[in-house]
Every structure is written in structure tokens, then in C-alpha cells.
């Protein structure tokens, strides 16, 4: 297993995604897919995120937000392509410094690699919903988690 997030432009650790223009033009599926393409330059003929892809939903009362919270998931091939077109979206360099796999392993010294990287920075929520991924996709299982 392998999971992707993305370094941010404020250097915190994030998903793709954004929030829906303003207007009922789209949908929030749609404005994520908008988004994809714009920060990671996904192709949607391939890796649309579809509906029945929706893991989370929070609703933030003080920032009067909600965030929709998709996983998708392909195979190991698909996920490197996913992760080299990143160099060549619209955003690369401005919003997102690219593409990152977190790592799903703990050293013997109990602290490199998931444990560390847990005390990143993240944005918004993204930590919940990072321990949410791991734990529906059964690559944890909750008391590892914990
Ligand atoms: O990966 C994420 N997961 C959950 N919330 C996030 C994530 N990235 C950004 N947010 C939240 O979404 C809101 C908008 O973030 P930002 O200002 O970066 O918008 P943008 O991504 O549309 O440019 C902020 O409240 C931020 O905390």
C-alpha cells in the first residue's frame, strides 16, 4: 500500500482539492475533480473521483466549512503515473510543491517514518481524515493507529 498527500504552499501537509467556486455551477465531486487537475494535474478520463468515493464529511461551525473527504484507489503503476504528472499541472510550484507518499511503516526506534511524520503541520483537517484513509482502506488497523 502507498498513500498520497501533498506538500502545500504553506509548506503544510494537505490533500489535492480546494474549495467549490462560488455559484451552483458544480457540485462538490465536480469541484473536486476541477481542483485534481488544477493542483496535480490528474487525468479525469482515467482517476475521476466519483460520489461513491466519499469517506468523510466534516462540518467546521467557526470557519463555516464543510470538507468532503474522497479516496481513490488504484494500483501501483497508476499511482506512479499519478505522481509524475504532478510536474506538469498549472500549479506545481504555486500551490502545490508536489506530490508525496506518506510512509506506512514504523522503524524499530518507533519513531521514523509514520510516527514522525504525524507531527507534521497539516492543513485544516487533514490529519483526521489521513488517519480516516488508513484505517477504511484497512491498511492499519485502529489499535495500530492508536
Ligand atoms: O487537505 C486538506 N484537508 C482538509 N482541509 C483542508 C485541506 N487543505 C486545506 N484545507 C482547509 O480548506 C480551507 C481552504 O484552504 P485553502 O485556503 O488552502 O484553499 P484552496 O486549497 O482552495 O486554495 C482552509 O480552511 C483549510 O484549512
Known amino acids: ?14 490533500f489535492p482539492g480546494g474549495l467549490m467556486d462560488k455559484g ?4 462538490p465531486v465536480e469541484a473536486l475533480n476541477r481542483e485534481l487537475v488544477e ?14 468515493d466519499i469517506l468523510l464529511t466534516h462540518v467546521n461551525h467557526s470557519k463555516k466549512l464543510v ?11 497508476e ?3 499519478i505522481e509524475k504528472a504532478v510536474l506538469d499541472s498549472e500549479e506545481w510550484g504555486t500551490e502545490t510543491y508536489g506530490v508525496l507518499r506518506v510512509p506506512l511503516f514504523t522503524m524499530s526506534d518507533g519513531y521514523r517514518g509514520f510516527p514522525v511524520f504525524l507531527a507534521n503541520k497539516f ?7 489521513l488517519l480516516k ?14
Do not use: H
Request: glycine share 4%; charged share 20%; net charge negative.
Open 24 to 27: 451552483p455551477q458544480e457540485t
Open 123 to 129: 492543513a485544516g483537517n487533514a490529519r483526521i481524515q
Open 39 to 52: 493542483e496535480i494535474n490528474l487525468d479525469l478520463s482515467r482517476f475521476a473521483c466519483q460520489q461513491e
Open 133 to 146: 484513509a488508513i484505517t477504511a482502506k484497512n491498511i492499519l488497523s485502529e489499535d495500530e493507529v492508536n
Open 79 to 81: 499511482f506512479s503515473e
Open 1 to 14: 500500500f502507498s498513500l498520497q498527500m501533498q506538500s502545500r504552499f504553506d509548506g503544510n501537509m494537505g
Open 67 to 77: 470538507t468532503y473527504f474522497y479516496a481513490k484507489e488504484v494500483n501501483l503503476v
